[in-house]
């Protein structure tokens, strides 16, 4: 089993649509999570850090859950400028290392 | 102001030649990455230096040379480029201070081909 693993997509979603995807991980001793944005031939960025109570910032709600081992990303009325790859990002051992899922991707059509 | 740079943004070499890629940030972390993203779009760490000691050291081949001459710096060295190195080199920053791993900002990339 891989220690982080997403669904590669891709995920065709109308413009306005709800969309979520998950994202499983191994590790249970893991201690940090965040989902990444990363958009065609540009650099990974951080989208927002999950949190163990669950975090929304604006349209972009994310949530842990530590009994089945996965972290999720809401998108409520998604634009166009959604589309792109999303990452989920597990810190396994509380050391120095991220260990990162392949993406999801991510198509927002008008 | 850029926070993590990166020279030179595109790299054609061929083989069997020697590079390096640059990177500098001045957000003031004292941790630095390098990360290799291939063509299949997955991101894999090479090396970390925290405050210019490795800290990660990936199962990379030899030909590969990082080097942190202080904590706003990274360099990296490849020998006798191959076919196989053609690939986006991301560099990376984060603030670690003894903390849980934070946040990382990355470069916008390097991307090298060898012919």
């Known amino acids: 089993r891989k220690e982080v693993e997403q669904d590669p997509g891709p995920f065709n979603v109308p413009e306005g649509a709800t969309v979520a995807f998950n994202c499983t991980y191994s590790n249970s001793a893991s201690q940090s999570f965040f989902w990444y944005r990363q958009d065609c031939r540009k650099e990974p960025k951080l989208l927002m850090s999950?949190?163990?109570?669950?975090n929304e910032d604006g349209r972009f709600t994310a949530q842990l859950n530590r009994a089945s081992q996965y972290i999720s990303l809401l998108i409520r009325d998604s634009k166009l400028s959604d589309s792109a790859t999303y990452l989920c990002?597990?810190?396994?051992?509380?050391?120095?290392?991220?260990?990162w899922g392949a993406g999801t991707k991510l198509i927002i059509k008008p | 102001d850029t926070a993590v740079s990166q020279t030179p943004k595109y790299l054609v070499t061929q083989m069997g030649n020697d590079k390096s890629i640059k990177c500098e940030q001045n957000?003031?972390?004292?941790?630095m990455y390098w990360y290799k993203q291939d063509s299949k779009k997955f991101l894999k760490i090479m090396f970390s230096y925290n405050n210019k000691e490795l800290i990660i050291n990936e199962t990379v081949p030899n030909r590969f040379s990082p080097k942190s001459p202080d904590k706003a710096h990274l360099n990296l060295h490849i020998n006798s480029l191959e076919l196989g190195d053609s690939a986006v080199y991301f560099c990376?920053?984060?603030?670690?201070?003894?903390?849980?791993?934070?946040?990382?900002?990355f470069g916008p990339g390097t991307r090298l081909t060898v012919t």
């Open positions: 990002v597990v810190n396994p051992h509380s050391n120095y290392q991220l260990i």
């Open positions: 990376a920053s984060s603030l670690l201070a003894g903390g849980p791993v934070y946040e990382q900002y």
């Open positions: 999950v949190y163990s109570s669950g």
């Open positions: 957000l003031g972390h004292d941790t």
